[in-house]
T-cell receptor, first 112, second 114 residues
């Protein structure tokens, strides 16, 4: 079963615009992670945010976490053609066995 | 640091044949994962090792899939016999301290079963 659900499933924007992707989950988490996957490649870790954190930044990436709404968002500012990829959120539940479970992803296309 | 190495990169087999995939994680990473990613979907965890012990294999189809991690380093994933629905990309990942640290993925093995 996949805990995280990304929204939208597909997103097409012009280069220079901002891209926002959302992830909703069902159960309490220990942490939430965002990954990028370029076509035909493995996943690359972007940001890990813990349940007691609300916001994290890394370069042009900003991740927010709202545990009351059980949701997270990934913002990519000033997008580039090279940002074209699929983006996945992965959740690690709190308590019990902490398995890293991926959502179905958002496919982002940045048009030059 | 060297990344996670996987081989082969591509494999085409007929149904009912067997196949094996190999993974060499990042040096020092205790946790190793095998994920199956079907086209258009997110990765699904098949098995997770902590050193050379199995932590979770609840979604591994044990009648046809097997995996081992010898000496807590390299790992192999085997399918015997393969079915058409096994066509997918098989991703290996490793992490330093289980779920508390990011996963580092290899480029995967794309399996096509005909």
């Amino acid at each position: 079963s996949q805990q995280g659900e990304e929204d939208p499933q597909a997103l097409s924007i012009q280069e220079g615009e901002n891209a926002t992707m959302n992830c909703s989950y069902k159960t309490s988490i220990n942490n939430l992670q965002w990954y990028r996957q370029n076509s035909g490649r493995g996943l690359v870790h972007l940001i890990l945010i813990r349940s007691n954190e609300r916001e994290k930044h890394s370069g042009r990436l900003r991740v927010t976490l709202d545990t009351s709404k059980k949701s997270s968002s990934l913002l990519i500012t000033a997008s580039r053609a090279a940002d074209t990829a699929s983006y996945f959120c992965a959740t690690v539940p709190s308590g019990g066995y902490q398995k890293v479970t991926f959502g179905i992803g958002t496919k982002l296309q940045v048009i030059p | 640091e060297a990344g996670v190495a996987q081989s082969p990169r591509y494999k085409i087999i007929e149904k009912r044949q067997s196949v094996a995939f190999w993974c060499n994680p990042i040096s020092g990473h205790a946790t190793l994962y095998w994920y199956q990613q079907i086209l258009g979907q997110g990765p699904k965890l098949l098995i997770q090792f902590q050193n050379n012990g199995v932590v979770d294999d609840s979604q591994l189809p044990k009648d046809r899939f097997s995996a081992e991690r010898l000496k807590g380093v390299d790992s192999t994933l085997k399918i015997q016999p393969a079915k058409l629905e096994d066509s997918a990309v098989y991703l290996c990942a490793s992490s330093l301290v289980g779920f508390r640290s990011p996963l580092h993925f290899g480029n995967g093995t794309r399996l096509t079963v005909t």
